[in-house]
């Protein structure tokens, strides 16, 4: 199985900030490479797609970057409707496998 | 407009076996390119990807739980079922259905999921 592996685990941040996250997948996975959000009661929404397509419908404010083993989610001004949980998942080869996830809480 | 239910007991209990139902809309299960995946959530964990069933009926799953899930659609009523035999408290989670397609099989439209507590 490819291990995905996300830092950090969780971070404290103000609105305003830019804010990255970072995703290593233990062996290439080419730019198969997910980023969702989720929030408490809720389920995963879709952000990027393909290592650096933003979904339909997700402020600019997302990006993600990379190939290869690794990955990076930045959230260029955070916005008080963005603390979440943020995961990784790698689509390359069964099975899928997420991230542990990173917090985004209030500083 | 895509939408995903999923549907089943809440609790079961140890060794019995799981059906879960995922009632869709907005888009067919015949279309090439198409699938439909299971995605559970333990309480306060990261998410695990369990199953996913194409279009053309390729189904693929998780080897470590591969022995206990079974995945199948019904076309024409717009549902896919997933099973999981001999449940276990361990299996206490919430389960996803999500809609995906080929090639990077994103998981784009999630249900609201369902919690299933296994206890006697």
């Known amino acids: 199985d490819i291990q995905m592996t996300q830092s950090p685990s969780s971070l404290s941040a103000s609105v305003g900030d830019r804010v990255t996250i970072s995703c290593r997948a233990s062996?290439?996975?080419?730019?198969?490479l997910i980023w969702y959000q989720q929030k408490p009661g809720k389920a995963p929404k879709l952000l990027i797609y393909a290592a650096s397509n933003l979904q339909s419908g997700v402020p600019s404010r997302f990006s993600g970057s990379g190939s290869g083993t690794d990955f990076t989610l930045t959230i260029s001004s955070l916005q008080p409707e963005d603390f979440a949980i943020y995961y990784c998942q790698q689509s390359y080869s069964i099975p899928f496998t997420f991230g542990g996830g990173t917090k985004v809480e209030t500083k | 407009q895509i939408t995903l239910k999923e549907s089943g007991p809440t609790l079961v209990k140890p060794t019995q076996t799981l059906t879960l139902t995922c009632t869709f809309s907005?888009?067919?299960?015949?279309?090439?390119?198409?699938?439909v995946g299971w995605i559970r959530q333990s309480p306060g964990k990261a998410l695990e990807w369990l199953a996913l069933i194409y279009w053309d009926d390729d189904k693929r799953y998780s080897p470590s739980l591969r022995s206990r899930l079974t995945v199948t659609k019904d076309t024409s009523k717009n549902q896919v079922v997933l099973t999981m035999t001999n449940m276990d408290p361990v299996d206490t989670a919430t389960y996803y259905c999500?809609?995906?397609?080929?090639?990077?099989?994103?998981?784009?439209?999630w249900g609201q999921g369902t919690m299933v507590t296994v206890s006697s």
């Open positions: 907005g888009f067919s299960l015949s279309i090439s390119g198409v699938g």
């Open positions: 062996q290439t996975i080419s730019s198969y």
């Open positions: 999500a809609h995906t397609t080929k090639p990077w099989l994103a998981f784009d439209i």
